[in-house]
């Protein structure tokens, strides 16, 4: 099994308000069939409005925004599937239920995390 990280940027979501409610209803179902189906792994939504922190390598603390990035995650979802084309399927499951496209990326393994997980 593999984990990917399907997420979305935070500019990509755009429904009028009044959907909300039925975007997220439609949302929580698809983490629950993922749950049921024993793919899910994590997920959340990220505040927009949260301050960025930075911490550099040299333990420097410098707090956001940052209004040279372009792009900012606006949400995800962690699944741990057989085959790419499995998070495929389910970042399109998510596409559809949160309106908005998502990007799909491989975790590198780490058989480490694995020991970790199985914890």
């Known amino acids: 099994m593999a984990r990917y990280l399907i997420s979305f940027d935070r500019g990509w979501m755009s429904f009028?308000?009044?959907?909300?409610?039925?975007v997220?209803?439609?949302?929580?179902?698809?983490?629950?069939?993922?749950?049921?189906?024993?793919?899910f792994v994590f997920g959340g939504g990220i505040a927009d409005d949260e301050k960025?922190?930075?911490v550099a390598v040299d333990g420097t603390v410098t707090d956001g925004p940052y209004p040279e990035t372009k792009e900012m995650v606006g949400?995800?979802?962690?699944?741990?599937v057989p085959?790419?084309?499995d998070a495929v399927e389910w970042a399109a499951k998510i596409a559809?239920?949160?309106?908005?496209a998502q990007e799909v990326r491989e975790?590198?393994?780490d058989p480490k995390v694995d020991e970790w997980l199985a914890r």
């Open 16 to 22: 009028p308000e009044e959907d909300l409610p039925d």
């Open 24 to 39: 997220a209803k439609a949302a929580r179902a698809v983490v629950q069939e993922a749950s049921d189906a024993g793919v």
């Open 52 to 54: 960025t922190t930075l």
């Open 75 to 80: 949400g995800f979802t962690v699944v741990d």
């Open 83 to 85: 085959t790419r084309a």
């Open 96 to 100: 559809v239920a949160c309106r908005c």
């Open 107 to 109: 975790f590198l393994p």
